[in-house]
């Protein structure tokens, strides 16, 4: 397992553009979610708080997000939960991260690590970037303001060609099985 | 032009159901949604499994909106 901070705006990977599109619109509206945001349907949502154990509560899946791929809705609606319930290990390695993020810091790393997704008994190689970052619905000037955390998972173009589908022999890495 | 307010409006429409607890907060929610179906102008074009989608991942949002000790801190 292997956790290292990236730098948003120089991801050389097909995936930065989408990284650099999410960071810069965090930016520019100082997380205050509105509706132009772009990439929603890539980004998930989750409960600001965290206990460095667990993950958050999920509130929204985005229907093109990485997760949703993966999981092509096959465990029902909550992917995050089965995932989390099978593979107790990876959500240890994931979570301290979200501590961080519920207190308003940015939060962008490459993530290279095994998870055995339910009903798998071999575990899998993942190999992804996460930017987890606090953002605030609703208008702004509530007594209380409301955070949610989003969190944006690509896969690396390492990962992309590993586990291209279509031609998996002809696209596959030399030297990974 | 026309056709983005026919959404908000469906925005509107869904954001209604959950009335009581400040449907307010989620209409930008709601409306970057609804953007994210590509090609859907108009309430009418939506399914009824995109409806379900939207009603549900609106629904988790306002779970959370709503937990208690949300109000601690």
């Known amino acids: 397992m292997h956790i290292a901070s990236v730098d948003p705006a120089n991801i050389s990977d097909a995936c930065g ?27 998930l949502h989750y409960k600001c708080e965290a206990d460095g154990e667990h993950l958050p509560k999920m509130g929204f899946t985005g229907p093109n997000s990485f997760l949703a791929q993966v999981m092509e809705g096959q ?14 290990k990876f959500v240890q390695a994931v979570a301290p991260a979200f501590i961080k993020a519920a207190a308003g810091h940015l939060v962008a790393d490459r993530i290279s690590m095994e998870v055995t997704p339910p009903g798998h008994l071999k575990p ?25 955390l989003s969190v944006l998972v690509v896969p690396t173009d390492e990962w992309r060609l590993s586990h291209h589908t279509e031609f998996p022999d002809a696209m596959r890495l030399p030297g990974r099985n | 032009m026309n056709a983005k307010r026919l959404l908000e409006k469906e925005a509107e429409a869904f954001a209604k159901v ?16 609804m ?10 074009d939506f399914t009824r499994e995109e409806r379900r989608e939207i009603l549900l991942n609106t629904r988790r949002m306002m779970e959370i909106l709503e937990d208690p000790k949300e109000d601690e801190g």
Do not use: M
Request: glycine letters at 8%.
């Open chain 1, 17 to 43: 553009a989408q990284i650099r599109a999410i960071d810069g619109y965090w930016k520019k509206s100082n997380g205050i979610f509105r509706s132009d945001i772009p990439l929603h349907n890539s980004l």
């Open chain 1, 75 to 88: 465990f029902g609606n909550d992917a995050s939960k089965a995932v989390q319930t099978q593979d107790g």
């Open chain 1, 124 to 148: 899998y190689f993942v190999d992804y970037f996460r930017l987890i970052r606090r953002f605030q619905i609703g208008f702004t000037g509530l007594r209380t303001p409301k955070y949610f």
């Open chain 2, 18 to 33: 959950f009335e009581d607890t400040g449907s307010l907060i989620l209409l930008p929610f709601l409306d970057a949604l």
């Open chain 2, 35 to 44: 953007n994210d179906y590509d090609g859907k102008t108009d309430f009418r």
